[in-house]
């Protein structure tokens, strides 16, 4: 895939290589020089994006935030929810 620099410094990074990676707009990147090439490595920064879906075994709402989100007890979700103001 090819980009241009822009007269302002700036480069567009082509859609399947932010889609691929979850580069979203205004995501931190480190840039760095290696052998006479500019690495743009994202930072992993992001919140987990959650939503509210079905309990497929009750069908109540539930929270979700993803097939790789921690598994929380419901002493550790009590005790998360007990330092809530």
Do not use: H
Not at 78 to 85: D, W
């Amino acid at each position: 895939m090819q980009t241009r620099v822009s007269t302002k410094g700036q480069v567009v990074l082509p859609g399947p290589l932010r889609r691929r990676l979850g580069i979203r707009a205004g995501d931190p990147l480190d840039a760095s020089l290696e052998n006479g090439r500019i690495i743009l490595t994202p930072r992993r920064v992001r919140a987990v994006r959650a939503r509210i879906v079905e309990d497929p075994e009750t069908g109540l709402p539930i929270l979700s935030a993803g097939p790789e989100a921690p598994v929380l007890s419901g002493k550790e979700v009590e005790e998360i929810l007990s330092n809530f103001p």
